[in-house]
């Protein structure tokens, strides 16, 4: 049933068998999960191992060769015909493990991104998994969390909640528990005017509330519209992308060039079934069919090593975005600094002085600890602590005064609420109070001290005087300039309790302030200092005030003069032209709300940079798109911000965002290592076989050889250089230019060692012809009429040394300007571990005879493999020698 909004909270509790100060028991809610299911909603379906083959044979390349197979086929060469059968299967397994491998891998970082749900379970809040909440359960929310799933609400404050995923409705709706749907409606509420209710997936912007679970999973109002639920994002990389453009420009030259050779074959009066083959090689040989499966997993495998370094990947894109990045802009708190908030100094009834010489016994310091503890809504005992750090250190401080929190709420009831946001940097609570009612408020000083007309001191208030002023500003002064975070302190009093914001927190009554250390992480000063080098600048963006960001900034080494500092106040007097023309000197925002961070993304663009921007706040999501690579915080971060980002930090940390830079600068060069080592290695394909035609030469390679070596021998080493070790130096260059071509600088290198594998390839068949028919003459280099084992023998040498310099090749990709000697050869076992499965695997081709007559290779002497090994160290000495060179 779908109508809990027209029944009352407590014909809802006892409905669903729960209790809403104790929730469930565990017990029972592992019993409802059983019952009930997981709470998720059943995105598309999976493909079908049907759809996954078919997805793979649906490929201009894999109908070349079936065609291929057919003609070998109808004209009774049925060994070739078979064995391009056997390699379209095998590479078509290849392909499909290759991709649901990718595939799980990415499946597995959406699973570590869902949003988590607190639960009360066996009267204690939980934090558990949404997936696993249950009919009953009670729930807890604030802004920016999603919703779990669709809950009866039993209590709102102030509580907003954006329906937009459900109704279409961007504007946020004002929820209310106590609403009451006259009977005579109660059937025809629409969604969106059931104020006592909360949908699954909206998401609250505002306030708190807590909700009992009524429906799960695929029962909730957005599991039945599933329509709605296919809503995939492009995952398609940049890189990705150029690289399909290059597969379909090469395709095109393929077509080309088979034409060309069948004409000159035409007329040189060529087999025309020979012809045909021969094309079909040159086909195979000049689209990079291996390319994109290479890519999508080298990239799989990318994001999952960067998970142990927490971070996780949200959008696939962002890994080669961060290999641009200039720019790193980071949120002080929490990401610069730990979190760990410890109050040390306070201000009051004009006493500066150190937390533990606070005087209970004031009235005034009585009421300023009073105040950090009723105006919070974090959680502390010895045991456990939840909320925001700021809060939970006014909590400790407080609980060192003996002021629990549970005991001073119990005596000055909650009335109501104000809750913080980083526009106002204020918030505000109510309470009882003996006979009044007090609002309590908390916040930045900047912005509460110019709220404040009187001042409590000496026991009194009395009127807050200019000297009052100076002596306040100059105390938090003190406390900024020691790198403290400052928090201010007022009051009100009122004899009713039905009050607004506006009234709360205007004409207040000043009390106090308390200065908070939160230390700097020990190593994000180095990673600065490596982002330096590498390039990249490190921003400070602060909600915090000036002085305490600079002195941390400094400390850092973010900034190192006033002048690179710059508030929100002073953001809003430029334009966004002026701000871009200044923005390369300044280092520091302090006392930005979130709309100031677009403006920040916005003008840096401007100027050409690549912007990284982290956020945790709801309103922080509209800078993190906005950003080339928006990260989300993963602990303190809501599910708005990492919903908007594209990339979570686990830890939280500013290094993790530097290390994910330097993987995603290692990943885009691992893929190109792959990339350019398997289109140098098509092109050396090409140029044997083209000169061999031109030169009116038998032809040396014949299709099932350019086959395997393609699909077979050339996979492994590829997806090894995919996956090489960290070339140490990545941090030392600058970062890539976005525009810059996968292929710059690299055309010389592809050019020279297509023609170095496809002449050593050409050496190979001319010898090998020589040697089997002991033709010493050196001209003419290929006899025009050869015998057919003759032919058989310099072919087979033409597939081996092909594919033997190919895997030696291989090698020369790990760096283009270290010596793989000084690298290592064996630093990449994988690579190592490729070539030597490759040489096994030709060896076995040419010397099981059952292999050999499919493949059609003739047996080799120890002199002819003597000669092999020899031509194919060729490209490694080559490009050793071209190494040398550039170093000098
Ligand atoms: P940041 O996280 O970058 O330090 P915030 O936006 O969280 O910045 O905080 C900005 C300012 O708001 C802080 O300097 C502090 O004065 C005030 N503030 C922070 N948290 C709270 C809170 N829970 N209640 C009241 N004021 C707060
Ligand atoms: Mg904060």
């Not at 109704?167 to 509420?189: F, L, Q, R």
């Not at 679970?213 to 109002?221: E, L, V």
């Not at 250390?517 to 982002?531: G, H, S, W, Y």
């Not at 059609?856 to 003597?866: E, M």
Request: proline share 3%; charged share 20%.
């Amino acid at each position: 049933m779908s109508n809990w909004y027209s029944k009352t909270k407590t014909q809802t509790l006892r409905e669903l068998e729960t209790n809403e100060q104790q929730g469930l028991s565990e017990e029972i809610a592992k019993a409802r999960l059983k019952k009930y299911g997981k709470n998720e909603l059943v995105m598309k379906k999976k493909r079908t191992l049907g759809q996954r083959i078919f997805a793979q044979i649906n490929d201009i390349l894999v109908y070349v060769l079936l065609i291929a197979a057919l003609i070998s086929a109808f004209v009774g060469e049925w060994a070739d015909a078979s064995i391009i059968a056997v390699v379209v299967v095998l590479n078509a397994v290849i392909g499909i493990i290759q991709e649901s491998k990718a595939e799980q891998a990415l499946e597995a970082l959406k699973k570590m991104a869902t949003p988590k749900a607190i639960v009360k379970r066996d009267s204690e809040l939980k934090e558990i998994p949404s997936e696993n909440v249950v009919p009953g359960d009670i729930v807890l929310l604030d802004a920016g969390r999603y919703i779990p799933c669709d809950l009866r609400l039993l209590e709102a404050a102030n509580l907003k909640i954006e329906e937009s995923a459900l109704t279409g409705e961007s504007v946020p709706v004002d929820k209310d528990a106590a609403y009451n749907p006259s009977k005579k409606n109660c059937e025809k509420v629409p969604i969106g005017d059931q104020k006592n209710m909360a949908f699954m997936s909206t998401l609250v912007t505002y306030g708190r509330g807590v909700g009992v679970a009524t429906q799960t999973g695929m029962h909730s109002q957005i599991g039945k519209i599933a329509t709605l639920l296919h809503q995939a994002d492009d995952e398609t990389t940049p890189l990705q992308k150029s690289l399909a453009q290059v597969g379909k420009y090469l395709g095109f030259v393929s077509v080309a060039i088979c034409i060309i050779m069948f004409f000159i074959g035409f007329f040189q009066g060529r087999d025309t079934l020979e012809m045909f083959m021969t094309a079909i090689s040159l086909a195979v040989a000049a689209i990079p069919e291996g390319l994109p499966a290479i890519v999508s997993i080298v990239l799989a495998i990318g994001v999952q090593r960067m998970i142990k370094q927490n971070v996780i990947i949200r959008k696939l894109p962002a890994v080669e975005a961060l290999g641009s990045v200039t720019i790193i802009c980071s949120d002080k708190t929490g990401t610069l600094t730990q979190n760990k908030m410890t109050v040390t100094n306070f201000y009051s009834d004009c006493t500066y002085d150190a937390l533990e010489n606070l005087n209970v016994n004031n009235d005034v310091q009585r009421l300023l600890l009073e105040n950090m503890v009723l105006c919070n809504d974090a959680s502390y005992n010895s045991e456990s602590q939840t909320g925001d750090p700021t809060e939970i250190a006014l909590l400790v401080a407080g609980a060192a005064f003996d002021l629990q929190k549970d005991v001073l709420e119990k005596k000055h009831k909650r009335l109501s609420e104000f809750p913080f946001d980083s526009n106002r940097k204020m918030m505000s609570t109510l309470h009882e109070y003996e006979d009044s009612y007090f609002s309590m408020t908390k916040g930045a000083i900047d912005r509460l001290l110019p709220r404040c007309k009187h001042i409590f001191k000496d026991g009194i208030v009395q009127p807050l005087t200019e000297s009052d002023k100076n002596e306040i500003v100059a105390a938090a002064q003190t406390m900024s300039t020691e790198a403290l975070r400052v928090l201010s302190f007022a009051f009100k009093q009122y004899d009713n309790e039905h009050i607004n914001i506006y009234e709360a927190e205007e004409n207040l009554i000043f009390i106090g302030l308390v200065g908070m250390i939160d230390p700097p992480r020990l190593e994000v000063k180095a990673a600065i200092k490596e982002c330096k080098k590498a390039g990249i600048r490190t921003v400070m963006i602060t909600g915090d005030h000036k002085d305490t960001a600079f002195a941390i900034a400094k400390e850092l080494g973010i900034a190192k003069k006033e002048s690179e500092v710059i508030v929100g106040t002073q953001l809003d007097n430029l334009s966004d032209e002026q701000l871009a023309n200044e923005i390369n000197h300044l280092n520091v925002f302090a006392r930005v709300s979130p709309e100031h961070k677009v403006k920040i993304v916005k003008a840096l663009r401007a100027k050409g940079n690549i912007v990284s921007m982290t956020g945790d706040g709801v309103n922080d999501a509209p800078s993190l798109k906005q950003a080339d690579v928006g990260v989300a915080m993963g602990i303190t971060g809501t599910d708005v911000a990492k919903g908007a980002a594209d990339m979570v930090l686990t830890d939280d940390n500013f290094s993790s965002i530097v290390k994910a830079v330097e993987e995603g600068r290692n990943i885009y060069h691992n893929i190109k290592k792959s990339i350019l080592f398997l289109l140098s290695c098509n092109f050396g394909e090409i140029i044997a076989l083209f000169l061999a035609i031109l030169l009116g030469w038998a032809t040396p390679l014949r299709p099932i050889h350019i086959l395997w070596v393609n699909l077979i021998t050339d996979t492994l080493p590829a997806l090894s250089l995919g996956v090489d070790p960290e070339d140490p130096d990545v941090m030392k260059e600058k970062p890539r230019r976005v525009k810059e071509s996968l292929f710059s600088g690299s055309i010389p290198f592809l050019i020279l060692n297509g023609i170095i594998i496809g002449l050593i390839t050409l050496i190979a068949f001319i010898v090998g012809a020589k040697l089997y028919t002991g033709d010493t003459n050196l001209f003419p280099l290929f006899p025009s009429k050869i015998a057919e084992d003759a032919l058989l023998h310099a072919q087979t040498m033409a597939f081996v040394t092909l594919s033997f310099s190919q895997l030696v090749h291989s090698f020369n990709l790990r760096s283009r300007t270290k010596s793989i000697f000084s690298i290592g050869i064996f630093t990449n076992k994988y690579l190592v571990f490729s070539l030597l499965i490759g040489v096994c695997i030709q060896v076995c081709i040419i010397s099981i005879p059952p292999l050999a007559s499919i493949f059609g290779v003739h047996t080799l002497t120890v002199k002819d493999w003597g000669f092999v090994l020899l031509l194919s160290i060729v490209p490694l000495l080559i490009n050793e020698i071209i190494k040398i060179l550039k170093r000098q």
